[in-house]
């Protein structure tokens, strides 16, 4: 049992279901506290029928605090989990900011637990949503044939782009069936009714920053930097789940039906794979929902020992806060 945990940016998007998550599967500990910023700090969050007084992001707050879980922007997580750390607490960052230091271990407990034990700046990150689902469903087909090489295209829903995201689809969608002019807060293009082929900065070879954590979070979490993905990113019209298009070559060939056994077995996955009778995973199906969900599954027309599937997932629970509270519970079993 924990002594003392915290949940840092409580009243975000993720750490509303970091709550509810905390809530629902009992972890145990003897005291929890609250924080988040100054804008919040002094406000009432409710938790297991007690209020609780919001607390601002200092240092001091983590005085005795054993285990903090926290979703903040990746500039709030390089300030103030340095202080946390020196005041005696291990960190679960759901932030990008410390995903790729080689001391951090970057962490899916269904693909990678035994690197949480490698935690030696006393933090533990968490990936980036889209790689979150894409590992958890490639992990079990490395295991059996090695795979080579991923070309993935993700279909990523506005909530992956914060509350303001959602706002811009809900108002824009809203604005544009009357008619109405929209400014948008979030997005630099309309998201009503449209595409946008560009997630994250610029970065090398023309990749966007959001389709490079799909390259080297992969590699990093899969222990395997022969790994080669080729990532393309797009925010599309829809309010909650990623769904990604993922192409894989492996040393071994898996066939569909070998790959449905594949996938079955691997924990947090469910399959969902009878095209002719319409059953697939959709987002509003998988909404809400802890796992990963696998469909469509055939063999690539296009080159030998290939496999394309679709795999749809909550990116603000399996993609976020339920992979943190995972951690979290695995580090109280072992």
């Known amino acids: 049992m924990y002594d003392s945990i915290a949940v840092v940016g409580a009243t975000g998007a993720v ?5 509810e998550l905390l809530e629902k599967r009992n972890l145990p500990f ?8 100054a804008r919040s700090a002094g406000k009432t969050i409710n938790f297991k ?6 607390e601002e992001l200092k240092p001091e707050v983590f005085d005795g ?3 903090a879980i926290a979703s903040t922007p990746d500039e709030t997580a390089r300030d103030f989990i340095p202080d946390a750390v020196k005041r005696g607490a291990l960190v679960i960052d759901e932030s990008g900011y410390w995903r790729m230091d080689p001391e951090v271990p970057l962490v899916v407990p269904e693909v990678n637990p035994e690197d949480i034990k490698k935690a030696k700046k006393g933090i533990i990150a968490s990936p980036n949503c889209s790689t979150t689902q894409l590992v958890v469903a490639v992990k079990p087909l490395h295991d059996f044939g090695k795979v080579k090489r991923i070309i993935v295209s993700t279909y990523q829903a506005v909530s992956g782009a914060g509350l303001a995201g959602t706002r811009d689809l809900e108002n824009g969608t809203k604005a544009a069936l009357e008619g109405k002019e929209y400014q948008y807060e979030c997005f630099a293009y309309p ?21 490079l954590k799909l390259l080297y979070e992969t590699r990093k979490m899969l222990h395997d930097d022969s790994i080669q993905v080729c990532p393309t990113a797009i925010r599309v019209p829809v309010a909650n789940c990623h769904s990604e298009s993922i192409l894989v070559e492996t040393e071994k060939k898996i066939t569909v039906e070998k790959a449905r056994e594949l996938f079955a077995s691997m924990p947090g996955v469910v399959v969902m794979d009878d095209t002719p009778n319409k059953i697939y995973p959709m987002p509003h199906l998988c909404t809400e929902r802890d796992e990963v969900f696998i469909g469509r599954i055939r063999e690539d027309l296009s080159f030998n020992n290939g496999l394309a599937f679709w795999c749809v ?22």
């Open 65 to 67: 605090v054993q285990l």
């Open 191 to 211: 998201i009503a009714f449209n595409c946008l082929p560009q997630i994250g900065s610029v970065k090398e070879k023309g990749y966007t920053s959001e389709e």
């Open 15 to 19: 750490g509303t279901i970091i709550l």
């Open 30 to 37: 003897k005291s929890i506290k609250f924080i988040a910023s």
């Open 313 to 334: 997932s909550d990116n603000l629970r399996k993609g976020a806060a339920t992979n943190a509270v995972q951690i979290a519970e695995y580090l109280q079993q072992n």
């Open 49 to 54: 029928g007690k209020p609780y007084i919001i």
